[in-house]
């Protein structure tokens, strides 16, 4: 299989703190990657720096293979590839937010056709349809007309993975994409994730739930202060810590587990 | 351009620069508090206070501000009961004060549009906040709800800022000699109009490129990190 | 003292002159405002890009025009181009058509750049407000840059805008009483010379005001229904 | 233009240059204008424009004379050229009827009893200076049009105000201006020719000398056949013209 | 002891979906209770009414004895308490937004302080000092300075709780209070709450962690479209389901747990 991502040594620093610093990963087609760490330690920075959203410091991000990016430090700029690219990649990325980021102007449904007829040029219907399949998927299907501020926390959360899921991408980052649900929802999106995978999407997804990102992943990442400290399957994560860091963490979620 | 003119000019554009400064810093120092106010009346609950507040808004913005002036000055002088009244007399009697009252009061209705729709604009959420630790609605206002409107009006206040100092002009069409008013005599005297009008100019832009940069300065200032 | 009001207004038909007058004033205003915030929005999309060069010349143009008096932006624009407009036109034979039409064109162009750059601050200010995270998520679904800003930046921030180009429009509906200086009779014009030879000032600014009034309440209720609309799905929590 | 003397005028001075709706103007100077077009054997057109805008328009040839009851001075002089005067109008002061200075009779008690009192007139004009000149003491206001300068004087805002002599006449008969009346001594523009100028004249682009002479001609043939006169006598029912000196 | 709040048959509607339908239930001094349901239930919208930042459509709301809230809806109009006595509640209720509302203009520092110096009318100095040891409890203290936005998800969250920590209120309503934090800390904030509760505190708490739920609190509500479904202890709840509803959601909780 090939790798559809690979980060080598990502670093971004926001002015004097060194937010990531090093990171190297690589994910091949169809796998599910837990990115976990305490609060604060980088996981949404990581995310957002593959998907472009923040220029990273230094690193490369080669992504599908099609498009690489090399950006150096060496001569304290940054080299990016072009827009366009970015944009052609991002076609085939799908982000869910932490803060779910739903237009407020535009209904649920238009919130999620709207990428479906502008960047996949479906017709008004068949992007209607897709999108309805998607929101059902979440159960928000019969939300179709409301705005995103008459909804609660969950659904905008619910709508905010449809609205990605519907874009069917071929590499999907997921920050924290739980965080406002209920167990049961949980156990719904745990489903559709898989699914997903199944059909062969990649998928990196944040949480803090780590049974969920147990059940659900083929390796976690662990992350602390913006340092790599382990990258293994999951019970092999569970079983052999690699660093301190690594087993307090998971001995104070063991011991909340308890 | 003939210098001769501009030399004998510039002296008396000085004196009427005072005024026209006196009458921008009074639209702006009792202007912005009103039209805040005004603003803030238009989103309050208070259905009457509402109307009354957009009905004021609405004939101050719709009419021109020579009118307004005229009306103040020249109309309701003719009403005895104000000529004897002392206070408003002494408001509009004067030309300076009459000059004052019209620009605030016509600057006040814009003012109160812009903060209008600032205040309309702000997240729910945030006020939410405030209000939810028992905040009394003054500190509500001055500590949540006006900063953050302010950081969002502050283009287009800046706007009003400039146009008060331009405005304030239509005091010369009641006696008071301020930097238009200097410039309309010499204007007729020499008939050098052209030459007077770019000096004019040059006085107002002066006054408004300060006014203009020091208030983008102050945008810039307040704008947090994103 | 209603006699003598229909004595003026219709027998010495002053009533018609201020119409006229009011439609001299409509059709200069719209035409002068479309066409500033025309060119107003992308000016002030390169400046909230913070397209380097343009957005300095943007600020720069802004103040200039802000900063000084309108009078003199339509004197320069008038006087100072009306030398090669003849010379130009006389080249061509067509001296007296552009004589008469010139002074509508340099009108129009006069509003349009002073609205122009009053609209500017209004939709940067409105542009820079829009939370970025959700431009964000624009970006992140590959939404093509226009349609971005179609579908999401501009009625976002047209929302927040209104109220600023609302001011500007009052504001340059009023201005049009400037081109007066290039010989055309708009509304504030009519009422003063009227004004001056009835010797019935207030009368006659009074009705210039109430016209002025009318207009921009006709105006009043396009923009409160504008402002309903836009802020369909914000009025919740 | 051929055929065509373009006349810029403002249009809003009530009995000198009056533009009504139709555009047409009328008044002592739209007299004195189509006097001069009759005398040139030319086509009058008027082109009505704010005060401020006249001088710069004739500049850029927007039309060849601006007749306006323009006060002709030295200083003037500099900008625009002036055909001969061929009128001047008497100045007077004017007060409430039962103000003490109603009685006064010369310049120098005048002069005296204006110290701290507010005095309007109508800004820019020759008479203008003339108070800045002469009356030191006096608060000046000035005015943009005269309707505004006795609006004040009628609501007590000032306590005298000068102008000429059309505008009292005009003035006394309104019931507001019933109250009031002129001081008895009548200055005229020869009483102090370098501030109140030599009267009205038409004004010229500079440097304009073969449309002058034209110009000068036309007036001083009105001058001497009583044409002037009879203009004056029709909208103020006084004679004010000045002699034609050639 | 006291009841500090009691609620009775409280109704909201928006428009014509009905949100919350005849609740009731009292919270006593130093009582810990968990509101669990599914997402939309209503629980948010709970909480809001319990704050009057929402009208509710009918009910009563009785809060620290002092005041009552009466609303009917007989009349078709809701008759409030007036503001003066609103904000005096609010002076001793604290609330914890699902997504956090910091003010973006103020500093960490500031966000904290802002409440005790206009309403508890504490001195700059004491403020900051009860501002950072508030902000400390939840290891916040080193970003006194930074502004919310340039804080991670799981920061933000913290600076909320420690807003309202500071206030030491003497009912604290918390909308999932550690929906963006991981597992150490939520362990963390658990502690807080407890040590909260010990001291006197009452709390009222949404959350979709059962275990953590089930660790903290004296009671557990089960809300389901608006309606209470259970209002149990934690154990009992867990034994005997009341209804339907709460049998499902709690195997599909168990289910997801397993
Ligand atoms: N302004 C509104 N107009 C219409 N319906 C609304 C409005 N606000 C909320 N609702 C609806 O009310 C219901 C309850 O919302 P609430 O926010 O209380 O849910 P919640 O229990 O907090 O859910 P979550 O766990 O997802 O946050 C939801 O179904 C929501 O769609
Ligand atoms: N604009 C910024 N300026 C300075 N520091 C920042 C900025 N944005 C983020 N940070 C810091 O970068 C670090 C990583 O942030 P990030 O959002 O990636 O954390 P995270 O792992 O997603 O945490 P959480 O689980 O709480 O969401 C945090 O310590 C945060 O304070
Ligand atoms: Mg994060
Ligand atoms: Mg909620």
């Known amino acids: 299989m090939n790798n559809v991502l690979k980060v080598h040594d990502l670093t971004k620093t926001f002015g004097s703190t060194t937010v990531l610093d090093g990171i190297s990963f690589n994910m091949r087609e169809g796998e599910v990657i837990s990115l976990i760490g305490s609060s604060g330690c980088g996981k949404s920075t990581a995310l957002r720096c593959i998907n472009f959203l923040e220029t990273p410091t230094s690193g490369r991000i080669e992504c599908m293979g099609q498009s690489v990016s090399v950006v150096n430090d060496e001569r304290g700029g940054s080299q990016i590839v072009n827009a366009r690219d970015i944009r052609n990649l991002r076609r085939q990325i799908g982000m869910v937010f932490q803060n779910f980021n739903l237009w407020p102007h535009l209904s649920v449904l238009s919130n999620v056709t709207e990428a479906l007829v502008w960047v996949l040029k479906l017709g008004k219907k068949d992007a209607e349809e897709v999108a309805l399949s998607a929101l059902s998927k979440v159960g928000m299907a019969s939300f179709r007309d409301r705005y995103p501020q008459q909804l609660s926390g969950g659904q905008q959360q619910r709508v905010a993975i449809a609205r990605v899921l519907a874009m069917r991408p071929k590499l999907m980052l997921c920050d924290e994409p739980t965080s406002a649900l209920d167990p049961e929802l949980v156990g719904e999106v745990l489903k559709v994730i898989r699914a997903l995978a199944e059909a062969g999407a990649t998928i990196l997804l944040v949480t803090h739930e780590m049974r969920f990102a147990r059940d659900v992943s083929n390796r976690m990442i662990f992350l602390q202060n913006g340092r790599l400290e382990q990258d293994d399957e999951p019970k092999e994560l569970f079983r052999n810590p690699a660093t301190e860091g690594v087993k307090r963490f998971l001995s104070t979620v063991m011991a909340a587990n308890a | 351009m003939d210098l001769g003119i501009i030399a004998y000019a510039v002296p008396f554009l000085v004196i009427g620069a005072k005024t026209t400064l006196l009458i921008a810093v009074f639209g702006v120092g009792i202007g912005l508090p009103f039209g805040v106010a005004v603003g803030l009346a238009r989103c309050s609950r208070s259905r009457v206070l509402r109307r009354v507040c957009d009905a004021y808004c609405a004939i101050f913005r719709g009419t021109p501000m020579l009118v307004q002036v005229f009306v103040i000055y020249y109309g309701l002088a003719q009403v005895s009961f104000i000529r ?91 006696t008071v000699l301020e930097i238009t008013g200097y410039a309309k005599r010499l204007m007729s005297e020499t008939f050098a109009i052209m030459d007077i009008f770019i000096v004019t100019a040059a006085f107002y832009l002066t006054i408004n490129v300060v006014v203009l940069t020091g208030l983008k300065l102050l945008e810039r200032r307040l704008s947090f990190a994103r | 003292m209603l006699g003598d009001l229909w004595v003026l207004m219709v027998e010495q038909s002053w009533a018609l002159a201020l119409l006229k007058g009011s439609v001299v004033t409509i059709v200069i205003g719209l035409i002068g405002m479309a066409l500033g915030f025309l060119v107003a929005t992308p000016l002030a999309i390169m400046r909230w890009r913070k397209v380097v060069f343009v957005s300095q010349l943007v600020d720069g143009y802004s103040i200039l025009v802000r900063g000084v008096p309108g009078l003199l932006v339509i004197y320069l624009l008038f006087f100072g181009s009306i030398e090669w407009v003849k010379a130009i036109t006389a080249a061509f034979g067509y001296q007296d058509s552009a004589d008469d039409a010139y002074p509508y064109l340099v009108g129009v162009i006069a509003i349009a750049v002073i609205s122009c750059a009053y609209s500017i601050e209004v939709i940067r200010g409105a542009l820079q407000a829009v939370p970025y995270g959700l431009l964000e998520a624009a970006q992140s679904l590959a939404l093509p840059r226009g349609v971005t800003f179609i579908r999401i930046t501009f009625p976002l921030a047209l929302r927040l805008a209104l109220g600023g180009i609302n001011n500007v429009w009052q504001m340059t509906i009023k201005d049009t009483s400037l081109v007066s200086v290039v010989g055309l009779q708009e509304l504030m014009r009519t009422a003063a010379i009227g004004a001056g030879i009835t010797r019935s000032p207030l009368l006659f600014y009074c009705i210039a005001a109430a016209l002025f009034f009318c207009m921009t309440a006709v105006s009043q209720t396009a923009f409160s229904s504008a402002e309903r609309a836009l802020d369909r799905g914000f009025r919740g929590r | 233009k051929d055929g065509v003397l373009r006349i810029g005028t403002e249009g809003d001075a009530p009995k ?39 001088v710069p328009s004739m500049d850029k040839d927007r039309f060849d004379v601006i007749i306006s009851g323009l006060g002709i001075t030295a200083e003037r002089q500099k900008k625009i050229d002036y055909s001969i005067p061929y009128a001047t109008t008497p100045l007077y002061f004017a007060v409430s009827k039962d103000s003490p200075l109603a009685g006064l009779k010369s310049l120098a008690e005048i002069e005296k009893a204006l110290q701290g009192k507010s005095v309007g007139v109508v800004t820019g004009t020759t008479y203008a200076r003339f108070m800045e000149k002469r009356m030191h003491g006096a608060d000046l206001k000035t005015y943009d049009a005269v309707t505004q300068l006795t609006a004040d004087l009628a609501s007590g805002r000032i306590d005298v105000a000068f102008a000429d002599s059309p505008t009292w006449m005009d003035f006394f008969a309104t019931p507001d201006g019933a109250n009031f009346t002129r001081i008895d001594l009548k200055i005229m523009a020869m009483d102090d020719p370098d501030v109140l100028g030599h009267g009205m004249g038409v004004g010229m682009r500079k440097g304009n000398t073969e449309l002058k002479t034209k110009v000068d001609a036309a007036l001083c043939n009105m001058i ?23």
């Open chain 4, 16 to 54: 000198f240059s009056m533009a009504d709706p139709s555009g047409k103007v009328t008044g002592f100077d739209a007299d004195i204008a189509n006097g001069i077009c009759a005398e040139l054997k030319l086509k009058c057109e008027f082109v009505v424009q704010t005060f401020s805008s006249l």
């Open chain 4, 224 to 246: 001497n056949d009583g044409k002037v006169k009879e203009a004056s006598m029709r909208w103020f029912q006084d004679d004010y013209t000045i002699p034609c000196k050639k």
């Open chain 2, 84 to 174: 004897q009244n002392p206070i408003l007399w002494w408001m509009i009697g004067d030309g300076l004060n009459a000059a004052i009252l019209a620009v605030v009061l016509n600057t006040g209705a814009y003012t109160a549009e812009i903060f209008r729709t600032a205040f309309l604009s702000l997240p729910k959420g945030l006020i939410e906040a405030a209000e939810a630790c028992g905040m009394h609605p003054w500190h509500v206002f001055r500590r949540v709800k006006f900063p953050l409107a302010v950081r969002q009006a502050l283009p287009a206040y800046s706007s009003e800022a400039a146009i008060i100092v331009k405005e304030s002009s239509l005091a010369s069409t009641i």
